[in-house]
């Protein structure tokens, strides 16, 4: 089976741009979940989709939002980009979430200027 | 609080060598432990999963252990390898509808030759 992929590996943006990241689970895997990681913070949970809901969300504004599509793929969107929106976004998938083994893709490499 | 604490933030060891690396949490109530190796710009690979029941599992050199009393688990290397160094993180899931997951900051790993 293929491994979770992440699309693009790395981006470059500016302040005040919005940016669309894009993450494929493991075929037949139905949960996917965010996260973001800095040196400072390290991994922190963005949020969680299951079956196209959002199941659950942390700790970020609003800026930052998501969606699920049919097909599982799942999509992050951060608007009105800061600088210290700059990390490592990773995402996970697992088959149902909870108490599964995540997988991770590589992650996409934002950094904003 | 839900908090998970790692030791040491950083560790250097010769090549052969063996190491324990530490994670102590306070997350009530518990479902399961993991721990995680992360590569420089890869994302995380689960190495072992425990429940409450489990104090300990191996895969391969690595051996994880758990003691649900002191709420502490350690990770012990055995024989390390230049490949082992990584970021190894430890996550604890909360029980509760959705199993919330809680990140350690991360134990830095460098195996010399």
């Known amino acids: 089976k293929a491994g979770v992929t992440q699309t693009p590996r790395y981006l470059i943006k500016t302040r005040g741009q919005q940016v669309t990241l894009s993450c494929s689970p493991i075929?037949?895997?139905?949960?996917v979940s965010w996260y973001q990681q800095t040196p400072g913070q390290g991994l922190q949970f963005l949020f969680e989709?299951?079956?196209?809901?959002?199941?659950n969300k942390g700790n970020f504004p609003g800026r930052f939002s998501g969606r699920q599509f049919s097909n599982s793929r799942s999509e992050m969107n951060v608007s009105t980009l800061e600088l210290g929106d700059s990390a490592l976004y990773l995402c996970?998938?697992?088959?149902?979430?909870?108490?599964?083994?995540?997988?991770f893709g590589p992650g996409t490499r934002l950094t904003v200027l | 609080k839900n908090q998970v604490e790692q030791s040491p933030q950083s560790l250097i060891i010769l090549e052969g060598k063996n190491c324990t690396l530490q994670c102590n949490y306070t997350v009530s109530p518990f479902s399961n432990l993991r721990w995680y190796k992360q590569d420089t710009g890869r994302g995380p690979v689960s190495l072992t999963i425990m429940t409450f029941s489990e104090n300990t599992k191996s895969n391969g050199r690595y051996t994880a252990t758990l003691d649900a009393d002191t709420k502490q688990s350690s990770l012990h290397i055995t024989a390390s390898q230049l490949s082992d160094s990584a970021s190894y993180i430890c996550v604890v899931s909360a029980r509760g509808g959705y199993n919330k997951l809680i990140f350690g900051a991360g134990t830095r790993l460098a195996v010399h030759p």
């Open positions: 996970a998938s697992t088959p149902r979430g909870g108490g599964d083994t995540q997988y």
């Open positions: 075929s037949g895997h139905r949960s």
């Open positions: 989709y299951f079956s196209e809901t959002q199941r």
